[in-house]
């Protein structure tokens, strides 16, 4: 997979997507990240990428001469989304669909944003990382990157892991002991010391729908609400339907 970002802070991201999980797939060539500065097209002196806004007000806008510039220049892979607060919301699904792509890019915004010319005749989506305002696109491409990237199959050492965890079948996640079995009194629940993998997948699987219920019914009512069987599960380990 290859994701390309272009960004006037060619820093912020290079930093972030050098290290951990991100850096190690790197550097096995598992996913190809390239970053590319806006401002090493521009050609005037100050490397200028924003002007003020036509009509007045508060703000610079990114100019599109470098924006245009760096796609014809470098031709990165489609779709080219650009990070925006307006955009399609990422959630685990959209993740999902992005690692499924060959690639992708991300167009990373400053100061009040880009030339409305960017949005209509160049970018073919707008991807948002939730409901506030960030002041550049840096940190919610590195958002992007992580949330796709380790979706992408060979970044992660165990891949059953992201196919167990929050959102994977629309609850939020069972809870996790490890060793000591008990720590300064608080015990791990009996039955993950049982052996019995039938009633641990059972525990688990209640346990990631009470916490739903209790924190995100939300995601219970996409869901279509409980099932008889989620019902019976929650009866089974006294877990309150409520
Ligand atoms: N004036 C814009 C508006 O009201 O929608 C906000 C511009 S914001 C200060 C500067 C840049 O940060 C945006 O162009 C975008 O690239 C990025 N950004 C801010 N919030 C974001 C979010 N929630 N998701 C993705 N990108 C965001």
Same mark, same amino acid.
């Given at each position: 997979?290859?994701? #390309?970002?272009?960004?006037?802070?060619? #820093?912020?991201?290079?930093?972030?997507?050098?290290?951990?999980?991100?850096?190690?797939?790197?550097?096995?060539?598992?996913?190809? /990240? *390239?970053?590319?500065?806006?401002?090493?097209?521009?050609?005037?002196?100050? =490397?200028?990428?924003?002007?003020?806004?036509?009509?007045?007000?508060?703000?610079?806008?990114?100019?599109?001469?470098?924006?245009?510039?760096? /796609?014809?220049? +470098?031709?990165?892979?489609?779709?080219?989304?650009?990070?925006?607060?307006?955009? =399609? =919301?990422?959630?685990?699904?959209?993740?999902?669909?992005?690692?499924?792509? #060959?690639?992708?890019?991300?167009?990373?915004?400053?100061?009040?944003? +880009?030339?409305?010319? /960017?949005?209509?005749?160049?970018?073919?989506?707008?991807?948002?990382?939730?409901?506030?305002?960030?002041?550049?696109?840096?940190?919610?491409?590195?958002?992007?990157?992580?949330? +796709?990237?380790?979706?992408?199959?060979?970044?992660?050492?165990?891949?059953?892991? /992201?196919?167990?965890? $929050?959102?994977?079948?629309?609850?939020?996640?069972?809870?996790?002991?490890?060793?000591?079995?008990?720590?300064?009194?608080?015990?791990?629940?009996?039955?993950?010391?049982?052996? *019995?993998h039938k009633r641990i997948e059972d525990w688990r699987k209640a346990q990631a729908l009470a916490r739903t219920i209790k924190w995100r019914p939300?995601?219970?009512?996409?869901?279509?609400?409980? $099932? #008889?069987?989620?019902?019976?599960?929650?009866?089974?380990?006294?877990?309150?339907?409520?």
């Amino acid at each position: 997979m290859r994701i #390309d970002i272009l960004t006037i802070f060619p #820093d912020l991201v290079e930093g972030f997507a050098s290290t951990s999980l991100l850096g190690k797939a790197r550097r096995e060539g598992i996913i190809d /990240v *390239n970053i590319h500065d806006l401002r090493s097209v521009a050609i005037d002196p100050h =490397r200028s990428v924003d002007d003020s806004p036509f009509g007045g007000g508060a703000g610079m806008v990114l100019k599109p001469e470098p924006i245009f510039d760096t /796609v014809e220049k +470098v031709n990165p892979p489609r779709p080219l989304l650009y990070l925006s607060p307006s955009g =399609r =919301r990422l959630d685990q699904a959209y993740a999902q669909e992005l690692s499924e792509l #060959d690639g992708f890019s991300l167009l990373c915004g400053r100061y009040e944003g +880009v030339d409305e010319r /960017v949005r209509e005749h160049l970018v073919d989506g707008e991807i948002s990382i939730g409901d506030y305002v960030l002041a550049g696109g840096e940190i919610a491409a590195g958002v992007v990157l992580e949330a +796709v990237g380790r979706l992408v199959p060979g970044m992660l050492g165990n891949y059953d892991s /992201v196919e167990e965890e $929050s959102f994977s079948d629309g609850l939020v996640e069972y809870p996790h002991y490890t060793r000591p079995a008990t720590f300064r009194s608080w015990e791990t629940p009996e039955v993950l010391l049982s052996g *019995n993998h039938k009633r641990i997948e059972d525990w688990r699987k209640a346990q990631a729908l009470a916490r739903t219920i209790k924190w995100r019914p939300d995601l219970i009512e996409t869901r279509g609400g409980l $099932s #008889d069987s989620d019902r019976r599960l929650l009866a089974e380990f006294d877990l309150d339907e409520t």
